[in-house]
């Protein structure tokens, strides 16, 4: 079984920026998409981004143009790059492998002044 770790979260400004990482306990390479999904206190789990093994990406409409998902293969690693941030973005932060079900423990993000 692999196992997720998220780092990378904490309190920025509005219109500051953020960069998660997720790190794998072993390869990523043919695990296939890997995503990024959040949730805010008291709503359900919201995906935000994806990226598959050719490097195609996909993201939620509230977040294109602001954040960018990246994949290291070589480092096991799936980065969120997040810039403009908004309230709105605040959550708990997710890795995900939709292929194995897999979830990591959250990281937090708080936009506020």
């Known amino acids: 079984q692999v196992q997720l770790v998220e780092s990378g979260g904490g309190l920025v400004q509005p219109g500051g920026s953020l960069r998660l990482s997720c790190a794998a306990s072993?390869?990523?390479?043919?695990?296939?998409?890997m995503g990024w999904y959040r949730q805010a206190p008291g709503k359900q789990r919201e995906w935000v981004a994806t990226i598959n093994n050719v490097g195609t990406t996909n993201y939620v409409d509230s977040v294109k143009g602001r954040f960018t998902i990246s994949r290291d293969n070589a480092k096991n690693t799936v980065y969120l790059q997040m810039n403009s941030l908004k309230p709105e973005d605040t959550a708990v932060y997710y890795c995900?492998?939709?292929?194995?079900?897999?979830w990591g423990q959250g990281t937090q993000v708080t936009v506020s002044s």
């Open positions: 072993r390869s990523i390479f043919s695990l296939g998409t």
């Open positions: 995900n492998i939709p292929l194995l079900g897999v």
